[in-house]
């Protein structure tokens, strides 16, 4: 089954830390480029990190210096790593595939950050 499965949200106070955790199944997973999005209540989805296949990787200004996306191809999975959180990342993440024109995305994962 090609699926993507996030894990690891949930509720923190400002200025700690949560990993997320995207499992992947169905896809040959060390040849697709991974990222993480979010979405605020009301606004759109926008862009956190993404990893290319060979590992560089790319952030949201917002994000750079506090949230780390890494990748563990033995074990098709895409981790985020964020600290320092603040209210302001609070949204539903979604992790994100892509292999030329195939893109999957998973179900989302709330993380909440309280002030």
């Known amino acids: 089954q090609v699926q993507l499965v996030e894990s690891g949200g949930g509720l923190v106070q400002a200025g700690g830390s949560l990993r997320l955790s995207c499992a992947a199944s169905g896809i040959i997973f060390g040849i697709n480029a991974m990222g993480w999005y979010r979405q605020a209540p009301g606004k759109q989805r926008e862009l956190v990190a993404t990893?290319?296949?060979?590992?560089?990787?790319n952030y949201v200004d917002s994000v750079k210096g506090r949230f780390t996306i890494s990748r563990d191809n033995a074990k098709d999975t895409v981790y985020l790593q964020m600290n320092n959180l603040k209210p302001e990342d609070t949204a539903v993440y979604f992790c994100?595939?892509?292999?030329?024109?195939?893109?999957?995305w998973g179900q989302g994962t709330q993380v909440t950050v309280s002030s």
């Open positions: 994100n595939s892509q292999y030329g024109p195939r893109v999957l």
């Open positions: 990893i290319t296949s060979y590992g560089r990787t």
